[in-house]
C-alpha cells in the first residue's frame, strides 16, 4: 500500500531488486491476464495496490507453485491472506485478518 518511491527506497537499503509496479502494471486492459502473470512473476514488489490487488498477485505466484507470504491488516486483506502460503496478521489487525492469518504478530 506504501508509495512506490518508499517501496523503491526500502528494496534498494535491503539491496533487493527495485522493480517495483504499481495497479498501471495490474489493472491494464491492453494486456492479457498471461502478461500480467509475467509481470507479477519478475516484479521485485509492488506498491500503492489494494487488497483484490493483493489476492491476485498471491493467486498468480501460487499458480506457479510458488510459496507466498503475505502480511495484512484489514478486513479486505484477508482473503489474500487466507490463499497465501503463509498469512501473517500485524499487531493492530482487525478480527478477520487475524482470523485468516497463520501467524499473527503481537509486537
Given amino acids: 500500500g506504501d ?6 527506497e526500502t528494496c534498494r537499503q535491503l539491496e533487493m531488486g527495485t522493480e517495483i509496479f504499481t495497479t498501471d502494471v495490474l489493472d491494464d486492459p ?3 491476464p ?9 516484479a521485485n514488489g ?4 489494494m487488497p483484490e490487488h493483493k489476492f491476485n ?3 498468480a ?11 495484512g491488516d484489514g478486513v479486505n486483506d484477508a482473503p489474500a491472506l487466507k490463499r497465501a502460503d503463509i ?12 482470523a485468516a492469518a497463520d501467524i499473527v504478530l503481537t509486537e
Avoid at 508509495?3 to 523503491?8: G, L, R, S
Wanted: cysteine-free; charged content about 25%.
Fill in 46 to 49: 509492488f506498491a500503492e495496490v
Fill in 3 to 8: 508509495q512506490k518511491a518508499i517501496a523503491v
Fill in 61 to 71: 505466484l501460487r499458480e506457479r507453485e510458488i510459496v507466498v507470504g503475505m502480511t
Fill in 30 to 32: 491492453s494486456v492479457s
Fill in 57 to 59: 498477485i498471491v493467486q
Fill in 87 to 98: 498469512g501473517i496478521a500485524v499487531e493492530g489487525a482487525t478480527d478477520a485478518a487475524k
Fill in 34 to 42: 498471461q502478461v500480467i502473470s509475467e509481470r507479477i512473476y519478475h
